[in-house]
Structure formats: C-alpha cells, structure tokens
C-alpha cells in the first residue's frame, strides 16, 4: 500500500459526459501528479501540483482540468468525453516538487467511456 | 521523442538466476533514475532509485547501476523469484530549472519479465 488512495477505482460512462476522479496523497505529500496509461501507450504525464499550484503540464488535453485543494487532495475533471479516453488514470504523490524525490503512486482508477 | 527507453519488451529468467533490465535515457539533464514493478491494472510500486552522483545503489535482492557516460542503467535481480514476474518501467526526472517540470517522471515503455521454475 503505498499511501495514495483514489476513487472511485472503476467507472463506466458514455461518450459526451463528464467525470470526476479522486485522488489523496500520502500523509505529508505536498505534490501530487496526475498520469494516464491508455492500453497501448506507457504512462503518461499529465499534470502537477505543488502545494495547492500549478508546476508542470504535460499532454493534457484541454478537456481536462485538475486542482488540488488546501487540504491536499486532488480532483481530476475530465469533460466531454470521448471512447479514445478510456484509460487508467493514475494519481502519484511526492513530498516536494523537485527531482530527487520518490513519486508512489496509486492503485488507479480505470475509466471506460461507452 | 522518446527520452527513456527500454529496448527489451520482455526478458525471461529461471528461478534462482539474476534478472538484468536494462534502460537507455538521452536527456543528460535527468539527474535522479528510478524502477517500477507493475502488475495489470494496478499502479506502478517503487522499487528502487539512484542519483546521478552514484553509480551503484543496492536494496536486498535489488541492484541498480548508473552509467552517466553511457547514459545506461541497468536493474539486477539476484535472485529471482517467481514473485518477480511483472512489468519493470525504468523512469527519470530532472531536466529543467522549473522546479516542476524537474520533479515529473518520464517512463520507459517497460520491460515484462517472467521468472520460469
């Protein structure tokens, strides 16, 4: 159990709809990532947040947005959806923002747009 | 442009013998090298990490090899086990002066291995 915990860990939606997933980091965590793994692509960057700021994006459609609260925990929306969407979306935690910090990482949330 | 890669999609070993996963990285700004264990449908687990002023960092079973000019790393397994089996995703960070561009982690495409009885 590394720390992280998202929910919810499945959801299926249709094409056009919009959904919400969760992450919290691990206790003392100050940076959270968001990063997708499609069936046949690695695992991809999305975006990063430090202590409750924007630091990095990376592909990142405009579709989707994310935050992270003054609690920590982090919400990643994603709107309009299309079947190319399904995927695993995995939340990550470090305690800083810079390298040299070990990110871990949740257990995913799987999403399937039908 | 792939920044990291892992050229063996798969690799497979006998139980009891070293498992040697191996990673190629182009960028020469990554300073901190870390590996992954993943099973199916589950989030990648930490195994073990290297700074680039190391060459060599050692955990139980786990070995990982840092070879700067060559921009190689390699992870040893000694020795495997049956438990090992899963895909092994090499990943780097570092690589600008924003701090959060730094931190994130580009992946390898990994390396499925399988350790035969």
């Known amino acids: 159990d590394s720390g992280v915990t998202q929910t919810p860990k499945h959801l299926i939606t249709a094409t056009g709809q919009r959904v919400t997933l969760r992450c919290s980091p691990r206790?003392?965590?100050?940076?959270v990532y968001w990063y997708q793994q499609s069936l046949d692509q690695g695992l991809q960057f999305l975006i990063h947040?430090?202590?409750?700021?924007?630091?990095a994006k990376g592909n990142i459609l405009e579709r989707f947005s994310a935050q992270q609260f003054p609690d920590l925990h982090s919400e990643l929306n994603l709107s309009s959806l299309e079947l190319g969407d399904s995927a695993l979306y995995f939340c990550?935690?470090?305690?800083?923002?810079?390298?040299?910090?070990?990110?871990?990482f949740g257990e995913g949330s799987w999403l399937t747009v039908v | 442009d792939q920044q990291v890669k892992q050229n063996s999609p798969s690799l497979s070993v006998q139980e009891g013998r070293i498992s040697i996963l191996n990673c190629d990285y182009t960028n020469s700004m990554f300073d901190y090298f870390l590996w992954y264990k993943k099973y199916p449908a589950e989030g990648p687990t930490f195994l073990i990490s290297?700074?680039?002023?190391?060459d060599k960092n050692e955990d139980g079973r786990f070995t990982v090899f840092l070879n700067k000019s060559a921009k190689h790393l390699s992870l040893h397994i000694v020795p495997s086990q049956p438990g090992d089996s899963a895909v092994y995703f090499c990943a780097a960070s570092g690589g600008g002066r924003d701090t959060g561009t730094a931190s994130k982690l580009t992946f390898g495409t990994g390396t499925r291995l399988q350790v035969t009885l």
């Open positions: 206790s003392g965590d100050l940076s």
């Open positions: 290297i700074s680039s002023i190391k």
């Open positions: 947040y430090y202590n409750g700021e924007e630091r």
């Open positions: 990550a935690s470090s305690l800083g923002p810079t390298s040299g910090n070990t990110i871990y």
